[in-house]
């Protein structure tokens, strides 16, 4: 196979030499054998043509590479090596796909667009970090990533050499790299290091640059910058070099070109009011700024520029006064170059005018002395050995000498401007690594080169021969790495020429040498080159010029004049004109001099001050130093650096001389390739094996070409080992290595043939297959035609014979019928006209008869009908009077009745007659009200009875009590004792008048506030009028005004969009500063390291933490709740009506808390009361102790009915107030009603307080009656115990006995003083909340009002039948309401009487079981029980759903449930288990009031979350789990906060657990705002995750097997780029991508994360795959063809398919990958006709135009069967789309974050049932 084929043969394309083109293309038209002298061609044209050829003359054309490989990204991916393919291929992509960027090997071809392309945005940045260089298209973001990755993968720094004409876009290259570097490593501390370098570019460009012949931008200097990374490769500082500034630039320019910038931009700046010292004026007033004869640059604006260069000023921290003083020293000059020098008339002397406006400015801007300035401008120092004088200088002598002091001066500015721009990027970090970018000028020839030329092209020498040895290195490198044998390749050194220019008595030294000499000149110097260098291959004499000499470089010859080159070398300024400078006022002015020319040795100096003598000082070592010397020292210096790092090369390619965008000129590019070094790197990798295959591409390429034999063997490698073998016979064409396959030159193309052929050979075979079959197909249908058509045509015949049959019969058959009719119709017509005859006449006789009775009839007809109209008209008429009179009657009454009816339904009266059913049952209800308040008066009037039973009995036992006293009581003490009860009696009756006085002020009080109640009722009435007179306004304001409500829905969606992006602007807010606590946090940590030193240090971050994270106050009585909670209120009650309710609501709310406050501060102390009683129950028990057992009975009494009696009655009170007063406010028109409900509330009060009083009056009997029966029992012990001293028994007991009943009796007095306290308290506060409630009740009716003008507004804008019927509807549902609110009403008060009846009969039954028990006492004295205390037993309380724990156990708490907690500890147990034990706790700490407990335990909590967030950042399953519980400990917030919003859907016993005291709405908020910041973190974790999967799995994987194609590699496909360390890149396919998604929604679901926040992760993860994948595939040429827009179509369906199986596809997540499902379907529909365009924009509604115009541009066939897409149709294609307003962005922006909304969704679990595992370690909780 190989044998036979032959490059050169019919049909092959090859490449002819063309004068204007440089390359043509053309075809052979006939085969060509070695030895002809001429090659038959055909142009494109289909010119043809006869191409000679000879062996040395002309060699054989070179051969074009096939349509497949035309536009690759890698020049090195092609068959054929050589310059037209390289031109053609850069050609083709910058033209037709407008891809300016082109890699050749290891260099970056850029190409100079001449227009802003929108392909440097930070999603582009975003997009080609992480990546390998060869994954993406060719970019300036690859290489400098490419860098950015090896410096940190490999540890060595790196350098980026952008080098190319002038014009070319260095500078700019340049400046994307620069910030690649600042987005992708910015800084990680607060010094803004990347802001500063990306700062300095229009600093440099403004003194640094200058419009030239080439380009309104060019660099004329040279400049390394070196980007510092820290450890962690964040950039730390920076620093710049600079080279061989154009100073000849500030004094000269050529035409049409200008001066550095910065002289314009002041200019333009002029006018403003801080530059009016400068005494500037227009551009073109100055010398130094028009030579160029044209100040203006299009599209650039000075004034602007000028502007930013003061901000980057600024920026890098140079101070205003810093700035004027730059800005005064430039104005200088200018002003210098002003200065006018006139010449004398003997020529050799000149002299200044003495009024010359500018050398004034000159002095005074630089503060120097005007006379010394104008004498030393005109004169000169002469030094000879014996003396100094001075001479006169001519004016040309003058001028240079201005010219060169304007230089000098604009040298050292900067030099100094540099200077402190590296100052301020300067770090005292230590600087681990750095990347080095270097934008340097490229090689130039002109007509006519100069100093500066030679100098540029010697560094071009210099650096083309670092980049040829760099290329023979990488290739040698990539040789020994696949282990194949390589032989040394040979290669262009310029060493040479080199050392031509630098090695000893070369062009340099000799310069040197000459300027040494006092008299040398440039014709010296050009004889001594002549002489030494004549002899060398690289120097030449030109044949005309003996001023002149030629250099052969690396690129061209090029010509240098020697005229100018001693003096720039020398670069000479006068030292007098130095020293006026040196004495200048201005700082500034004075140190530039001094630093530079004080110094012992500067390396940036560049000026040789010629001195005036050299006797009094040393000669300065730096003035000796030349141009020249200083170049070549910084020069190698350049290189040492270029040397010691890895380097990357950008080519920037200038494609013409007109500025014009998208103009390639093929001779102008060539001239350049073959300049820069890129043809170069073609040649060496040619000489090599150019092109390289994996085994697993080339087995997936060619596998076509094996046969089926050979595929059998599993190993890929000795496959393609076999095949090769038998496809290619020369063994030197290929060579194996590790992991790839090496070809020659041209190798890859005769497979590509052989694959072609293949492929042509199997469609010929199914093409004949296939004509075949057609053939076959058509044989057949003929025949069964021919078939067909002779059975048609028989039958035909046979047809027309049977009817000729049937004619000839059918005659005579018509014969024999035609005979037969014509003799009956004869027959016929002689009987018709018989009959005929015969029927006239009997018809004649019969019509005489019938008219004759026809005439009879009908006059008897008359005679009826007139008879019967007479009755008629009679009847009729006395009807019609009949029915007048009755419609006369009948209006009258109707109009009265109609009269009526209206009155009727203007009134409510009609209805309420309409409903008088409704009223009857309110009738009975109230009815049955009265009934069941007369049974709680009878019910009353017992308990009073029983009360005044039990009175009876308690004076019988203080009647006994007296007689027992009266026994044993002695005179004096007696006496004493009735003083002293006198005395409790005297202040009893005090007691009772202050009683009485506090009645008195109640009854006033009650009076004013009666007063103040008619007040508010004048003031409602007044309220109520002026509704009406709003209401009357707004009605006639309705009927003028136009209807405005046929925009509430765009309204409505127009504030749902500024909801969301409100949200999205406030989870961004969030989001940033949890990035800035996290940097925070970041700075601490590396402070802390900083200043780690060795012994114990304490750790701050808990501080820290708590001074960050707990600056929240510690109960909020805010009324307003958070985001979420009033978007939801307000989307469920509406705006007006929620705002109304909400108000009501805290108020109530507010009252709520007070009641709990009170109630609890009672139960506390209760408790503390028990506690005592305990304490001292425990204690031993003293004989004598009477009173304090007296006070524990009292004590535990008192207690256990409080604790019985009060929460219940206190309950069902404040229910009944709250039922009473709702309906009150609802209800306001009914006053009868209203005061119904009042007299059966006040009656209820005062029976409960009847019942207080007689409770407490019980007690205190109880415990008496107790305390008498120990004291008798103890008697009766003490008496029984003693009995031989019985006289001497009462004077001992009998003492202390008195006191005690003294004490007992003035207790008891307490007591009830006491009681009458609490009694009058109560009746204040009553009052109180009288006054509170009749507040509340204004504050309804204000609500009310409003209310109803809101529905008077409404009826006002019916008609007037809609409005009857609204009304009729309101009335009717306001009955309704009123029915149902007062059987629920009935109802309670049912439940309460039952309530009330119930405590009542506890009450008898306890004072029987009393009774009984005194009893039993009294007939059982001995019993040793009655000695002991009476307490009544406490029932086990149920559990509440609260968990308590001390407070030291705060810390552990959040230790063991947040900071130790595993995911998987709690996995088996209830979802957010630890979010519900949080809760619990919280509200137990709210039960028991304590604020600062509540405080400490959220924000202990919000801290420890936060770490264990910070500590697991990159643990998805943490984050998830923390996400749920946070979120679910903000629900429980919500539905337990007593909030009605949020209490709809809990049950009974959950309402009972509502929160009490505080208001948590603002920790709400917090909890809220964390959720916010953790979802942002989980999407962080996720997007990571899955980041590295997508371009693989969507893009790369073949989900289809044998469908994806395979094209050639290039060189960034080698392994050297590659991260081959790291085991190479990851491959994921599509199961894994949908795997890991799936693990992902499976930890969410198991962690009970709330089903909407779970849709809206995978909606967020969906935008991640969508625009890492578009984003690729836009940036990515081989994936955009058929077969992966068939893979990705396939792709997201599966992707579908798993949300469907998931129940996600209501989640939008579907949606939000319809632009790469219809990047899909672009890359798979067809692309040619008219038609096509049409169906491409309606199908990509989801991509904007540039994206379609984009993958059109990319579009590649695989195959040589598939076309491109021509330019012509994606142009009709940018036509067509032109009218759409798409945004100017071309990717997909990746970190872009849907605003995330945390629905309410309450939990149906009960906190009493709650469950805690024994493995969590929570023993210190105490269930309550």
Wanted: some cysteine; hydrophobic content about 35%.
């Amino acid at each position: 196979m190989a044998a036979q084929y032959y490059p050169y043969s019919k049909f092959t394309r090859v490449w002819i030499p063309d004068p204007e083109d440089v390359w043509k293309a053309a075809e052979i038209t006939r085969d060509y054998t070695e030895g002809q002298s001429l090659l038959h061609l055909k142009l494109e044209d289909e010119t043809p043509l006869e191409y000679p050829v000879g062996p040395k003359s002309n060699p054989l054309p070179f051969l074009r590479n096939p349509d497949i490989l035309v536009g690759e990204n890698d020049l090195t991916a092609l068959s054929y090596l050589h310059e037209p393919a390289v031109l053609h291929n850069l050609r083709v992509r910058f033209l037709e796909s407008n891809h300016i960027y082109t890699y050749c090997g290891i260099v970056l071809v850029a190409i100079n667009p001449y227009e802003q392309l929108q392909i440097y945005g930070e999603e582009v940045i975003n997009a080609y970090s992480g990546q390998n260089m060869g994954d993406m298209d060719p970019h300036i973001f690859a290489v400098a990533e490419e860098a950015y990755k090896q410096m940190s993968r490999d540890e060595r720094n790196q350098s980026i050499i952008v080098s190319g004409e002038s014009g070319a876009g260095k500078t700019v290259s340049a400046k994307y790299a620069m910030r690649f570097f600042a987005t992708v490593g910015g800084s990680a501390n607060d010094t803004n290091v990347e802001e500063k370098v990306l700062a300095s570019s229009p600093i440099m460009e403004a003194i640094g640059n200058a419009k030239t012949t080439r380009n309104d931008n060019s660099s004329r200097f040279g400049k390394y910058i070196q980007i510092g990374f820290s450890r962690h490769y964040h950039i730390i500082g920076a620093n710049m070099r600079t080279y061989l500034l154009e100073k000849s630039r500030v004094v000269f320019q050529a035409e049409d070109e200008r001066n550095y910038h910065i002289f314009y931009q002041l200019c333009a700046s002029a006018s403003l009011p801080e530059y009016k010292d400068l005494s500037l004026t227009s551009a073109e007033d100055f010398t130094y700024t028009s030579l160029g004869e044209n100040i203006f640059i299009e599209g650039v604006n000075d004034a602007e520029d000028f502007k930013k260069t003061k901000e980057a000023f600024t920026l890098l921290g140079v101070k205003d006064g810093s700035q004027s003083n730059i800005f005064r020293i430039m104005a200088s000059i200018l002003h210098l170059g002003n200065v006018q020098i006139c010449s004398e008339r003997d020529g050799e002397s000149c002299h200044i005018l003495r009024d010359d406006a500018h050398l004034k400015h000159f002095s005074r801007l630089l503060g120097v002395e005007l006379q010394q300035m104008e004498h030393w401008l005109c004169h000169r120092k002469l030094a000879t050995s014996s003396e100094t004088y001075v001479k006169k200088m001519s004016s040309k002598q003058a001028i240079n000498a201005r010219d060169a002091l304007a230089k000098h001066i604009y040298a050292r500015m900067f030099d100094w401007i540099v200077e402190h721009i590296n100052m301020s990027l300067y770090t005292s970090s230590k600087q681990h690594s750095f990347i080095g970018v270097l934008d340097i000028y490229g090689f130039e020839t002109f007509e006519i080169n100069s100093f500066e030329q030679f100098c540029i092209n010697y560094a071009n020498e210099k650096l083309q021969q670092q980049f040829n040895s760099h290329v023979f290195k990488l290739e040698q490198e990539e040789y020994m790495k696949e282990q194949i044998p390589w032989t040394l390749i040979d290669f262009y050194d310029n060493q040479p020429c080199i050392d031509l220019i630098e090695a000893r008595l070369g062009v340099l030294d000799l310069l040197d040498e000459e300027c040494k000499v006092p008299k040398g000149t440039d014709v010296n110097w050009a004889q001594k080159l002549y002489k030494q260098h004549s002899s060398k291959a690289q120097f030449q004499k030109p044949r005309m010029s003996n001023t002149s000499f030629i250099i052969i470089h690396f690129a061209d010859k090029v010509e240098y004049q020697c005229e100018g080159f001693l003096e720039k070398n020398r670069d000479t300024v006068y030292e007098e004109q130095i020293n006026i400078l040196k004495a200048s006022q201005l700082q500034l002015v004075a140190d530039l001099f001094n630093e530079k020319d004080d110094a012992p040795a500067s390396k940036s100096s560049r000026v040789n001050v010629r001195p005036a003598k050299s006797i009094p000082r040393a000669p300065n070592k730096e003035h000796r130093k030349t141009v020249g010397h200083q170049f070549r020292s910084s020069l190698h210096l350049l290189m040492e650096t270029l040397n010691a790092t890895t380097p990357h090369y950008v080519r920037c390619i200038k494609p013409n001389d007109f500025k014009e965008s998208f103009s390639f000129d093929s001779s102008r590019a060539v001239q350049q390739l073959r300049a820069c070094g890129v043809l170069e790197t073609i040649r060496i990798s040619a000489a090599g094996y150019p092109s390289r295959w994996t085994y697993p591409d080339f087995f997936s390429r060619y596998r076509v070409l094996m046969k089926k034999s050979d595929m059998t063997s599993s190993d890929k490698k000795l496959v393609c080992k076999n095949l090769l073998g038998t496809l290619i016979k020369e063994p030197d064409m290929f060579q194996f290595g590790k992991t790839k396959i090496f070809f020659r030159a041209g190798q890859v193309a005769y497979l590509e043939k052989l694959r072609a052929d293949k492929f042509r050979a199997a469609c010929i075979k199914i093409q004949k297959t296939v004509r075949g079959w057609l053939q076959r197909v058509r044989y057949r249908k003929i025949r069964k035609t021919a078939i067909t058509l002779q059975r048609y045509g028989r039958g035909y015949l046979a047809r027309r014979y049977a009817e000729y049959l049937r004619l000839t019969r059918a005659a005579l058959v018509c014969q024999k019928q035609y005979r037969m009719v014509r003799d009956r119709r004869a027959y016929l017509r002689v009987r018709q006209a018989v009959v005929t005859i015969q029927a006239y006449a009997k018809g004649m006789f019969t019509r005489r008869i019938y008219w004759e009775f026809l005439l009879h009839h009908k006059a008897m007809i008359i005679q009826k009908n007139v008879r019967g109209w007479m009755q008629r008209k009679k009847f009729k008429r006395a009807r019609n009077a009949a029915i007048t009179i009755q419609c006369a009657f009948r209006r009258t009454r109707a109009k009265q009745q109609l009269k009526q009816r209206k009155i009727e339904a203007r009134s409510a009266e009609h209805l309420k007659k309409l409903n008088s059913g409704m009223e009857n049952k309110i009738v009975q209800l109230q009815r049955k009200m009265d009934d069941q308040s007369k049974e709680l008066k009878i019910q009353n009037e017992q308990l009073q009875t029983v009360n005044i039973g039990l009175g009876s009995e308690v004076n019988k036992l203080q009647k006994e009590l007296k007689q027992l006293q009266g026994q044993r009581n002695e005179g004096g003490q007696l006496t004493t004792l009735q003083e002293e009860l006198e005395r409790l009696r005297a202040e009893l009756q005090e007691a009772h008048a202050l009683r009485k006085r506090l009645e008195e002020e109640h009854s006033s009080e009650k009076k004013s506030l009666k007063q103040r109640v008619e007040e508010l009722e004048t003031e409602n009435s007044l309220l109520k009028s002026e509704k009406e007179e709003m209401n009357q306004r707004i009605l006639q304001q309705t009927k003028n005004s136009p209807d405005d409500g046929s925009h509430v829905s765009q309204t409505e969606v127009s504030l749902q969009k500024e909801l969301d992006a409100e949200r999205q602007r406030y989870q961004n807010l969030l989001k940033e500063f949890s990035r800035m606590e996290q940097r925070y946090d970041n700075l601490k940590e590396e402070m802390s390291l900083n200043k780690f030193q060795p012994g114990h240090m304490r750790n701050p971050s808990n501080q820290s933490s708590l001074e960050s994270d707990s600056n929240y106050p510690s109960v909020s009585m805010s009324e307003v709740g958070d985001t979420e909670d009033s978007i939801q209120l307000v989307e469920e009650m509406g705006v007006e009506k929620a705002a109304m309710d909400i108000s009501l609501f805290m108020k109530l709310q507010k009252r709520v808390r007070e009641l709990e406050q009170e109630r609890k501060r009672l139960q506390t102390s209760v408790d503390k009361m028990e506690e005592l009683a305990k304490h001292r129950s425990s204690e031993p028990r003293s004989p004598t102790s009477v009173q304090e057992t007296a006070d524990l009975a009292y004590n535990n009494l008192k207690r256990e009915e409080l604790e019985t009696e009060n929460k219940k009655l206190k309950n069902d009170l404040n229910n009944l107030r709250k039922t009473i007063s709702e309906r009150a406010a609802q209800n306001n028109s009914s006053n009868e009603l209203q005061d119904g409900y009042n007299l059966l509330l006040s009656q209820l009060k005062s029976a409960n307080e009847e019942l207080d009083a007689r409770k407490e009056e019980v007690l205190i009997l109880r415990t008496q009656i107790v305390n008498a029966a120990q004291l008798q029992e103890k008697n009766e012990q003490i008496q029984s115990n003693n009995v031989p001293e019985v006289p001497e028994v009462p004077e001992v007991t009998e003492v202390p006995e008195d006191k005690e009943e003294a004490l007992r009796a003035y207790q008891g007095l307490t007591e009830s003083k006491r009681l009458l306290e609490t009694q009058l308290q109560s009746q204040s506060k009553k009052h109180k909340d009288e006054l509170e409630a009749l507040h509340t009740q204004i504050e309804l009716l204000k609500d009310d009002i409003e209310k109803k003008q809101e529905i008077l507004s409404y009826t006002m804008s019916l008609s007037p039948e809609a409005k009857v019927e609204y009304s009729i509807q309101q009335e009717i549902t306001r009955l309704t309401n009123d029915n149902l609110d007062l059987k629920e009403l009935v109802e309670k008060l049912e439940k309460n009487e039952r309530k009330l009846k119930k405590q009542l009969r506890i009450y008898i039954k306890k004072v029987q079981e009393l009774e009984a028990a005194q009893a039993a006492a009294l007939s059982s004295r001995s019993r040793p029980e009655l000695s002991r205390q009476v307490t009544v037993q406490r029932k086990e309380k149920d559990f509440e759903g609260m968990l308590e724990y001390y407070k030291e156990d705060e810390a552990l708490l959040a230790k063991t449930l947040i900071t130790d907690m595993k995911p998987n500890t709690v996995s088996a147990t209830v979802p957010c288990l630890p979010a519900y034990i949080l809760f619990m706790c919280i509200r137990h700490a709210d039960y028991i009031n304590d604020d600062q407990k509540v405080e400490s335990l959220l924000t202990s909590t919000i801290n420890a979350i936060k770490k264990v967030l910070k500590k697991n950042s990159e643990d998805f399953e943490t984050t998830s789990f923390w996400l749920a519980n946070t979120s679910r400990l903000l629900h429980c917030l919500k539905q337990y906060s007593g909030d009605e919003v949020f209490m709809t859907q809990n049950s009974a016993k959950q309402n009972e657990h509502c929160l009490k005291n505080f208001d948590l709405a603002e920790y709400r908020q917090v909890l809220s705002d964390l959720s916010i910041q953790i979802y942002q973190q989980l999407i962080k974790v996720a997007e990571g995750i899955i980041q590295p999967m997508i371009v693989s799995a969507m893009l790369e994987s073949e989900s289809i097997p044998s469908l994806a194609g395979v094209k050639p590699m290039g060189y960034r496909n080698r392994s050297s780029s590659m991260d081959t360390d790291h085991g190479g890149p990851s491959s994921y396919t599509l199961e894994a991508l949908i795997r890991q998604l799936g693990q992902f929604h499976g930890i969410m679901r198991d962690h009970g994360l709330d089903p909407e926040i779970v849709g809206q992760v995978v909606r967020q993860l969906f935008h991640c795959i969508n625009a890492v994948t578009l984003n690729n595939l836009l940036l990515r040429k081989d994936v955009c063809s058929w077969s992966t827009g068939m893979q990705l179509r396939y792709n997201t369906s599966q992707l579908e398919e798993w949300l469907r199986g998931n129940n996600l596809y209501q989640s939008k997540a579907a949606a939000i990958l319809e632009p790469i499902i219809q990047a899909a379907q672009l890359l798979q529909v067809k692309k040619k006709t008219t038609q096509d365009a049409e169906a491409i924009c309606s199908l990509c509604t989801a991509l904007n135009t540039q994206q379609i115009v984009k993958v059109l541009n990319l579009y590649t066939p695989l195959n040589e069967f598939e076309e491109r897409v021509t330019v012509s149709f994606i142009r009709d294609i940018q036509s067509r789309l032109q009218n759409r307003n798409d945004p100017p962005q071309l990717l997909v922006d990746t970190k872009h974050t849907f605003p995330v909304l945390f629905p309410y969704t309450p939990s149906a679990l009960s906190l009493e049932t709650l469950h805690i595992p024994a493995s969590l370690q929570l023993d210190f909780l105490i269930r309550v």
